[in-house]
């Protein structure tokens, strides 16, 4: 499918401004109309935004507005909730059209809106943390064990609980790599507890009940348990029969959603088996924008659009505080100052920040 040609411009429509979509629209901006539907203003580090709770200036390098990467390409703050074979709807109510589509949907993510909402959302965790002596996590992936660590790390006098209902900590890497994040929370007097639940709403004057009857007081808590897939709409779409059982959506080694030959889909809501990483979207939404390029261009040959060959070998990161980290590898799993070298200092805001084209610092 060619459709530059009689002069008019391809119209590429992403949906989804986390990394996967951020990345393909900076990278077609130049190439076609690029148009990027996100729910919100702005892309977010997302591996970053623990440290912005304890550090609320962090987010001033890690939230960006769409516009600051996307001088090209035509941003619209809104929900898609409807896809037909040439256009998205949105809850708006625009009707954008497309020739190519790149969903890139993710996990849902709740509250702010523009990037000035975010930075005080920030601002009042902090203001919580600060003036709580007691915090309670609920959820023990990484989200709730990089947040703990963060608390952990910088205001070593609170007393921090995490329970997590699972049977041990940050299940998606290797029982090893769990471990060590354990010992590592348990030597910084954090109190993990596995294996229960904790109902907040039923908690009356800071004191929770857990599952097994255990009881914690808290001045304070925080969710930290994970999103569904970004993709209960499409269920109403030309795209409900691509949806695997889970919600993800089924794509090719071209990362075409199967059944579809210019509608692709990157990042944590595809089937890709493989862990879902933000390094690994960023791969796919290489892998997407060389397709569309050589699309747009005239290359007809399936054979010729770019392959992607998932991820193997498990790689991944969980912070611990500024300093250390534990890093599941391939063949091994390791804890402290070497993996926090890697990860814990800047969370890769830099590296992230440069592959959309901009100063790694504000
Ligand atoms: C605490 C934590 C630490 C992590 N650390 C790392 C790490 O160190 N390294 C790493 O590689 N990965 C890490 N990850 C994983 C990484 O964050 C995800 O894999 C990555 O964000 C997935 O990107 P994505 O573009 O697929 O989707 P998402 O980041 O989930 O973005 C989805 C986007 O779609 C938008 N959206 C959803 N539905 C709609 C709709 N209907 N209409 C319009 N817009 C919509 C959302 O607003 C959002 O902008 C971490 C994750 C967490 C939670």
Redesign the pocket.
Known sequence: MNMAEGGERTNVVV???????SLVAKTLQNEANVSL????EF?EI??A??RSMVEPSFAKRSVISHSEYLPHAKIITS???DITETDVLTSQGSRVPYDYLVV??????RGASTKTEKISQYQAEYEKIKAADSILIVGGG??GV?LAAEIAADFPAKKVTLVHRGSRLLEFVGESASKKALNWLTLKKVEVILGQSVDVNSASDGVYKTSGGETIVADCHFICIGTPF?SA?LKETILKDSLDSRGRLMVDSNLRIKGHTNIFA????TDIPEL??????QEHAKVAAKSITLSIKGVEDDHKLAVYKPATKAL??VSLGRKEAVAQFPCLSIAGRVPGMI?SGDL?VGKTRKGLGLQPDV
């Open positions: 949906i989804g401004g986390g990394i996967g979509g539907i996100d729910e919100k892309f997302t591996w935004s623990l929900a898609a909730v890139a949907t993710g996990h849902t993510q990484p989200t990089e970004g709409w990157i990042g944590d809501i879902k990483q933000g390094y690994l979207a991944a990161i990860k890769f």
